[in-house]
């Protein structure tokens, strides 16, 4: 199965700045899928990332909050802008690994101050 | 909308004693249920996946099951190294590769 990296593993963040979050794959993959966990909660999927288009986003959740580029078939970033508390969340990159499943990072705990 | 919902939401055992997780969930048409262990402060770990109603899956002292409205995860004599949240999740045929996720069980298993 695939193995993901995903930087940083935690931040502290200022309320009104922006974090970008790294996730790099050991191979080429065509779909990279962002989630969010927050406190307590589990998984939700932000946004899914094709490399050469758009990202797609779930409801709730927007592009010029959390945009999302997909330079190539094993790298993706996503970005959370002008944060606030309720961002404060893990946040993980996610990809589909052949016929067992979907594998994913260690995830990004994001605390926002 | 896909739902799924998981019980119980904790579950306390000795080492040795067996029990069942539930995941009960509803879907416009099911492609897959996937069960995942998460340790704390780390990401999702893939166990099983599951297609069709009457599937079993078995890896070490856990057993999935599935049927058409619930999935179970069976727990055989477990270990201390059990202890984790176990999180079910359905993939719909309209919801493209989308995981909706359940809230998860927390299994402690006390030596």
């Known amino acids: 199965s695939a193995v993901i990296s995903q930087k940083p593993s935690r931040d502290i963040c200022q309320r009104g700045t922006s974090l970008t979050i790294q996730c790099q794959v050991d191979?080429?993959?065509?779909?990279m899928f962002w989630y969010r966990q927050q406190p307590g909660q589990s998984l939700t999927l932000i946004a899914t990332?094709?490399?050469?288009?758009?990202?797609?986003?779930e409801s709730g959740f927007v592009i010029d909050k959390f945009p999302i580029s997909r330079p190539n078939l094993t790298f993706s970033t996503l970005t959370v802008s002008n944060m606030s508390p309720e961002d404060s969340s893990i946040y993980l990159c996610?990809?589909?690994?052949?016929?067992?499943?979907?594998?994913f990072g260690s995830g990004t705990r994001l605390t926002v101050v | 909308e896909d739902q799924v919902t998981q019980s119980p939401e904790a579950l306390r055992l000795q080492e040795g004693e067996s029990s069942s997780l539930n995941c009960s969930y509803t879907?416009?048409?099911?492609?897959?249920l996937f069960w995942y262990r998460q340790d704390p402060g780390k990401g999702p770990e893939f166990l099983f996946t599951?297609?069709?109603a009457g599937e079993e899956k078995e890896k070490e002292r856990l057993k999935a099951t599935l049927t058409k409205k619930e999935s179970f995860l069976h727990i055989t004599a477990p270990k201390p190294e059990d202890s984790a949240t176990y999180l079910c999740?359905?993939?719909?045929?309209?919801?493209?590769?989308?995981?909706?996720f359940g809230q998860g069980t927390r299994l402690t298993i006390n030596p």
């Open positions: 990332a094709n490399q050469g288009s758009e990202a797609t986003y």
């Open positions: 999740a359905v993939q719909g045929i309209q919801g493209a590769q989308k995981l909706v």
């Open positions: 879907v416009s048409g099911l492609r897959g």
């Open positions: 191979s080429q993959v065509t779909m």
């Open positions: 599951l297609y069709s």
């Open positions: 996610s990809v589909r690994t052949g016929n067992s499943g979907y594998t």
